[in-house]
């Protein structure tokens, strides 16, 4: 009996326990998982090129015989370099090429003379035989013996597999392919009949069987593109789940009981005015009326507020926390990180002085004395404005009336930990309303991304920095000219300004890089003997931690040396200057965030990256980028497209995001008419049978593959 789509894909033939192991590693675990893991890649092995026809600088698939091969001898082990020569495989076998595989001491002795090779690869002069053309490191398939199974291998479009679990390319393919043979041929098509005939969509099986092995009339083109009318279902497909199963967490959130706050009266208007410290940008005002209008409604808001750094996103959050305030509720704010947190309490107590509310730290920090105390004043509705970490969702905490939660760098959370927040506030038996839930971000997320993460959430964006910020000027430079560095940062400090060094390690490793401590032992020393140089790392204590930064922001320490814990939150506008060392092992985004830690007063401010003269590519993609904008998108944008939209936002929050075929970035178009079909279908009342059916089909799966979490 053929193995239905949710059986065990270890029942597989050529598959066994072993490599379904391997398998279950990438989320692999049913027969109708391993058929949406797609080709990356397609060959047409319908007509080769032949030897005789490659030229210099093009790319070539050929279909060739083994004419010798063998390690060169001057290069051993890790460094071996394998070359292989191989003519057209056939009767006729008028030409001769060579390749070179560095570190290819693995094909020793897996060669034959008369094997047949797909080789795929570009071609290029030979720089030490200029006469011959010869391959670098082509992609190098071996082909069975004659016979049925060759089927899968030549005389069509081939899939090209990334291996997995144990299993390259021509073994996927093979068990591929059995699969596909035994398929069910009446498959159940679980998108809706309407939606299929309206958007011309192929069956979900014709779907499954050409997106793997392509008919013979399919574009090359299209295929390595993912424009394929195959390949284009299957994606719209898991778009179309994963937006339904956001319409619903939107719907239910709309259906809950929440807090319809008074907004327009004018003592809560004044209250309001009163908090703030300076004049809000135009982009601040429309921003708060947006979450003002859903902080008056009945169902609890669920907006994210997104802000480049500095853009003064955490006045806002504390302008919405007063409407809750006044209206008699709690406001809680939950932050990544203890330095963090520290510093919005201090941001808050100082805001909230003339308004006489009482803030409240809740840290882990914090001596179990004061952690009870605290955790007693908001118990008993005595604090107001609750600031902490992820010590506010400790069991222990409880609220007497919480009716805002604001959730900063909510990137670093867990949507589960965001849950557990709200949950703080929602006594079902006692009937409670939900809260009001603002998150806050200032990774600049793209819209096409924003409406796959955080598509049950409205978006608003504060587009524009506060008047007098001057542009930070970033520039790339060598180790060598450290000593030039070193001396700009005393020049600054000589004019009374202050500086940051950033290290990416708190001590030395075997990773051969500069550690903070290390370092600040020796800046302090040698370098700037007569400045007054702080050390600020993670494994510090909260209480030294706090009293560094207090300093620093009062300017009793000059130059901060520090990791990455300075990364969000910490407001200093005297602090111009900003090196770090090792930029080239940092990602985009916390670059991005390390930089926003200057510019903030009207001083001209500078970033000085310190990279290797030679970096990889990537990283100087990403250091170029750096020098090249402080746009805060555009840095999102090139992130994204080097790390990917998994990547991008991290295993804790989102795993890869679910998806095994469709990518946010690339098929964006797909992505707007799957959330609109998505939406339409959920939010029209005559469609429930048509949801429920899709729900009841997609089962414990749906959350498991799409990771859709109940929030709110």
Same mark, same amino acid.
């Not at 596909?180 to 998108?191: F, G, H, I, R, S």
């Not at 990544?336 to 100082?350: C, D, K």
């Not at 909230?352 to 009482?358: D, P, S």
């Given at each position: 009996?053929?193995? %239905?789509?949710?059986?065990?894909?270890?029942?597989?033939?050529?598959?066994?326990?072993?490599?379904?192991?391997?398998?279950?590693?990438?989320?692999?675990?049913?027969?109708?998982?391993?058929?949406?893991?797609?080709?990356?890649?397609?060959?047409?092995?319908?007509?080769?090129?032949?030897?005789?026809?490659?030229?210099?600088?093009?790319? &070539?698939?050929?279909?060739?015989?083994?004419?010798?091969?063998?390690?060169?001898?001057?290069?051993?082990?890790?460094?071996?370099? *394998?070359?292989?020569?191989?003519?057209? =495989?056939?009767?006729?076998?008028?030409?001769?090429?060579?390749?070179?595989?560095?570190?290819?001491?693995?094909?020793?002795?897996?060669?034959?003379?008369?094997?047949?090779?797909?080789?795929?690869?570009?071609?290029?002069?030979?720089? *030490?035989?200029?006469?011959?053309?010869?391959?670098?490191?082509?992609?190098?398939?071996?082909?069975?013996?004659?016979?049925?199974?060759?089927?899968?291998?030549?005389?069509?479009?081939?899939?090209?597999?990334?291996?997995?679990?144990?299993?390259?390319?021509?073994?996927?393919?093979?068990?591929?392919?059995?699969?596909?043979?035994?398929?069910?041929?009446?498959?159940?098509?679980?998108?809706?009949?309407?939606?299929?005939?309206?958007?011309?969509?192929?069956?979900?099986?014709?779907?499954?069987?050409?997106?793997?092995?392509?008919?013979?009339?399919?574009?090359?083109?299209?295929?390595?593109?993912?424009?394929?009318?195959?390949?284009?279902?299957?994606?719209?497909?898991?778009?179309? *789940?994963?937006?339904?199963?956001?319409?619903?967490?939107?719907?239910?959130?709309?259906?809950?009981?929440?807090?319809?706050?008074?907004?327009?009266?004018?003592?809560?208007?004044?209250?309001?005015?009163?908090?703030?410290?300076?004049?809000?940008?135009?982009?601040?005002?429309?921003?708060?009326?947006?979450?003002?209008?859903?902080?008056?409604?009945?169902?609890?808001?669920?907006?994210?507020?997104?802000?480049?750094?500095?853009?003064?996103?955490?006045?806002?959050?504390?302008?919405?926390?007063?409407?809750?305030?006044?209206?008699?509720?709690?406001?809680?704010?939950?932050?990544?990180?203890?330095?963090?947190?520290?510093?919005?309490?201090?941001?808050?107590?100082?805001?909230? $002085?003339?308004?006489? &509310?009482?803030?409240?730290?809740?840290?882990?920090?914090?001596?179990?004395?004061?952690?009870?105390?605290?955790?007693?004043?908001?118990?008993?509705?005595?604090?107001?404005?609750?600031?902490?970490?992820? =010590?506010?969702?400790?069991?222990?905490?409880?609220? =007497?009336?919480?009716?805002?939660?604001?959730?900063?760098?909510?990137?670093?959370?867990?949507?589960?930990?965001?849950?557990?927040?709200?949950?703080?506030?929602?006594?079902?038996?006692?009937?409670?309303?939900?809260?009001?839930?603002?998150?806050?971000?200032?990774?600049?997320?793209?819209?096409?991304?924003?409406?796959?993460?955080?598509?049950?959430?409205?978006?608003?964006?504060?587009?524009?920095?506060?008047?007098?910020?001057?542009?930070?000027?970033?520039?790339?430079?060598?180790?060598?000219?450290?000593?030039?560095?070193?001396?700009?940062?005393?020049?600054?400090?000589?004019?009374?300004?202050?500086?940051?060094?950033?290290?990416?390690?708190?001590?030395?490793?075997?990773?051969?890089?500069? $550690?903070?401590? $290390?370092? *600040?032992?020796?800046?302090?020393?040698?370098?700037?003997?007569?400045?007054?140089?702080?050390?600020?790392?993670?494994?510090?204590?909260?209480?030294?931690?706090?009293?560094?930064?207090?300093?620093?922001?009062?300017?009793?320490?000059?130059?901060?040396?520090?990791?990455?814990?300075?990364?969000?939150?910490?407001?200093?506008?005297?602090?111009?200057?900003?090196?770090?060392?090792?930029?080239?092992?940092?990602?985009?985004?916390?670059?991005?965030?390390?930089?926003?830690?200057?510019?903030?007063?009207?001083?001209?401010?500078?970033?000085?990256?310190?990279?290797?003269?030679?970096?990889?590519?990537?990283?100087?993609?990403?250091?170029?980028?750096?020098?090249?904008?402080?746009?805060?998108?555009?840095?999102?944008?090139?992130?994204?497209?080097?790390?990917?939209?998994?990547?991008?936002?991290?295993?804790?929050?989102? %795993?890869?995001?679910?998806?095994?075929?469709?990518?946010?970035?690339?098929?964006?178009?797909?992505? %707007?008419?799957?959330?609109?079909?998505?939406?339409?279908?959920?939010?029209?009342?005559?469609?429930?049978?048509?949801?429920?059916?899709?729900?009841?089909?997609?089962?414990?799966?749906?959350?498991?593959?799409?990771?859709?979490?109940?929030?709110?």
């Amino acid at each position: 009996m053929a193995p %239905g789509l949710s059986d065990d894909v270890k029942y597989l033939k050529g598959v066994g326990p072993s490599r379904a192991a391997g398998l279950a590693q990438r989320g692999i675990l049913c027969v109708e998982d391993l058929l949406y893991y797609l080709p990356f890649r397609y060959e047409d092995r319908t007509r080769f090129s032949k030897i005789r026809e490659i030229q210099p600088g093009g790319t &070539y698939t050929i279909l060739a015989e083994v004419v010798s091969g063998g390690l060169v001898r001057f290069a051993r082990g890790r460094n071996a370099i *394998y070359h292989l020569a191989v003519r057209d =495989a056939g009767p006729v076998q008028p030409g001769l090429l060579h390749c070179r595989f560095f570190h290819g001491g693995y094909l020793e002795g897996k060669l034959k003379a008369g094997q047949r090779l797909v080789l795929h690869g570009k071609a290029d002069i030979d720089p *030490y035989r200029p006469v011959r053309i010869e391959m670098i490191n082509p992609q190098m398939e071996v082909l069975s013996g004659e016979g049925a199974a060759d089927s899968t291998e030549v005389g069509r479009i081939v899939p090209i597999y990334e291996a997995i679990g144990g299993m390259g390319s021509r073994v996927l393919r093979r068990v591929i392919y059995g699969a596909l043979e035994n398929l069910d041929p009446a498959l159940p098509d679980p998108l809706p009949k309407s939606m299929l005939e309206r958007l011309r969509l192929p069956s979900k099986r014709d779907a499954i069987v050409h997106a793997h092995f392509p008919p013979l009339e399919e574009k090359l083109d299209a295929l390595n593109e993912f424009r394929s009318q195959a390949q284009q279902r299957l994606i719209l497909e898991e778009f179309f *789940y994963f937006q339904i199963g956001l319409a619903l967490q939107r719907q239910r959130t709309q259906q809950e009981m929440g807090v319809a706050f008074r907004v327009r009266e004018d003592r809560i208007r004044e209250a309001v005015k009163r908090v703030l410290p300076f004049k809000p940008t135009a982009a601040q005002k429309r921003v708060l009326g947006e979450i003002a209008t859903d902080m008056e409604r009945a169902a609890p808001m669920h907006r994210l507020l997104q802000g480049d750094v500095g853009s003064g996103k955490t006045i806002v959050a504390l302008e919405a926390a007063t409407i809750a305030i006044e209206n008699g509720y709690q406001a809680a704010l939950m932050a990544p990180t203890e330095i963090l947190a520290v510093q919005h309490f201090l941001s808050a107590r100082r805001v909230f $002085a003339r308004a006489g &509310y009482r803030v409240e730290l809740l840290i882990s920090g914090l001596p179990a004395a004061a952690k009870k105390a605290a955790r007693d004043r908001v118990a008993s509705g005595m604090a107001q404005f609750i600031v902490g970490t992820h =010590a506010v969702i400790e069991e222990a905490v409880k609220f =007497a009336r919480l009716g805002l939660v604001i959730v900063d760098e909510q990137h670093r959370f867990g949507v589960m930990q965001r849950k557990q927040l709200i949950e703080k506030g929602v006594g079902r038996e006692k009937g409670q309303p939900h809260p009001d839930l603002l998150v806050m971000t200032a990774t600049p997320i793209p819209r096409t991304l924003s409406l796959t993460i955080y598509g049950d959430l409205d978006v608003s964006v504060i587009d524009e920095l506060p008047p007098g910020r001057t542009p930070i000027e970033t520039r790339i430079t060598a180790e060598n000219f450290l000593p030039g560095v070193w001396d700009f940062v005393r020049s600054e400090v000589a004019r009374g300004r202050q500086a940051y060094v950033i290290y990416p390690v708190i001590e030395e490793s075997k990773q051969e890089l500069k $550690a903070a401590t $290390a370092e *600040y032992e020796r800046l302090s020393k040698q370098v700037w003997p007569k400045l007054r140089v702080g050390l600020l790392h993670g494994r510090m204590r909260s209480e030294q931690k706090e009293d560094m930064m207090e300093r620093f922001r009062k300017g009793e320490i000059q130059i901060l040396v520090s990791t990455t814990v300075i990364e969000v939150g910490v407001d200093v506008p005297n602090a111009t200057v900003m090196v770090v060392e090792h930029a080239e092992r940092f990602g985009l985004a916390q670059l991005h965030q390390l930089r926003g830690r200057i510019g903030r007063g009207s001083e001209k401010s500078h970033c000085i990256l310190v990279a290797p003269r030679k970096p990889t590519e990537e990283a100087k993609l990403r250091l170029d980028t750096m020098a090249e904008t402080t746009d805060g998108f555009k840095i999102a944008e090139m992130d994204l497209e080097l790390r990917g939209p998994g990547e991008f936002f991290g295993t804790r929050q989102h %795993g890869e995001l679910g998806f095994q075929v469709a990518n946010p970035l690339r098929d964006k178009e797909l992505l %707007g008419l799957a959330r609109r079909e998505a939406f339409a279908l959920v939010e029209n009342p005559k469609q429930d049978d048509e949801v429920r059916r899709l729900v009841a089909h997609l089962g414990p799966k749906w959350q498991r593959r799409y990771q859709l979490a109940r929030v709110g």
